[in-house]
């Protein structure tokens, strides 16, 4: 299986700053498209997709979120960290589906 | 607008099975696979497999290969996920999840292949004695 490695695993940041978060997978999941997502995870709720083919913008997902990378080696950026933005975020390869898809470890984000 | 419902949280005892089922509405139920996505107390996500609910077909994660079992019932289009051979490890949220060519409140059959957009409310499993 592919494994996605996520660093770093936590940061804090003040409001306003840029945070980022890299994801890279044991191997390529480029199939015609960057198949790669990324989720965000607060406490007692479902997980909820941001970003997937690597760049592409969830509907109703602000566009300080944003998605970089090909290959093996991504990047989530929040340009300027908002108070709800705290929270665990997620990689995931959903690469040559149907295969046994997975996420990275997950990256917490802390509001300082 | 595609909505997933889950049953409700179960407790049981170590060594014993749970199944859950995961009802969507909002799309035509053979055009999406469904996942299951295990969540446990401080621990990350966890994908354990997926049904194609057309033919049936499913992939597991090696991790839980051998005690999951997906089912999608296509006369009540309802998918279910059962674990067997439960410990305290086993204690998680479980949630459904699926993704597809979905907007404007319609959703399409594609070539592309869509992440987890969708997502039930998720299931409570304690394992407890």
């Known amino acids: 299986d592919i494994v996605m490695t996520q660093s770093p695993d936590s940061l804090a940041l003040s409001l306003g700053e840029r945070a980022t978060i890299n994801c890279k997978s044991s191997q390529s999941v480029f199939s015609n498209k960057n198949l790669l997502a990324w989720y965000q995870v607060k406490p007692g709720q479902p997980p909820k997709l941001l970003i997937y083919w690597a760049s592409t913008r969830e509907s109703g997902v602000p566009d300080r979120f944003s998605g970089s990378g090909s290959g093996t080696d991504f990047t989530l950026t929040i340009s300027s960290l908002q108070a709800e933005d705290a929270a665990v975020y997620y990689c995931q390869q959903f690469y040559d589906s149907p295969s046994p898809w997975t996420f990275g470890q997950g990256t917490k984000v802390e509001i300082k | 607008e595609v909505h997933l419902e889950q049953s409700r949280a179960e407790v049981k005892r170590p060594g014993a099975a749970v199944k859950i089922s995961c009802k969507p509405s909002?799309?035509?139920?053979?055009?999406?696979?469904m996942h299951w996505v295990q969540q446990a107390p401080g621990q990350g996500l966890e994908w354990m497999g997926l049904?194609?609910?057309?033919?049936?077909?499913?992939i597991y994660a090696d991790r839980f290969q051998g005690r999951v079992t997906i089912t999608a019932d296509t006369s009540t289009e309802t998918v279910y996920m059962e674990l067997s051979s439960l410990t305290s490890e086993d204690t998680a949220i479980y949630f459904c999840?699926?993704?597809?060519?979905?907007?404007?409140?319609?959703?399409?059959?594609?070539?592309?292949?869509?992440?987890?957009?969708?997502w039930g409310q998720g299931t409570p499993v304690a394992v407890s004695s």
């Open positions: 049904i194609d609910p057309d033919d049936g077909e499913t």
């Open positions: 909002g799309y035509t139920f053979t055009d999406f696979h």
């Open positions: 999840a699926t993704g597809g060519d979905c907007t404007g409140g319609s959703c399409f059959r594609s070539h592309d292949v869509y992440p987890l957009r969708f």
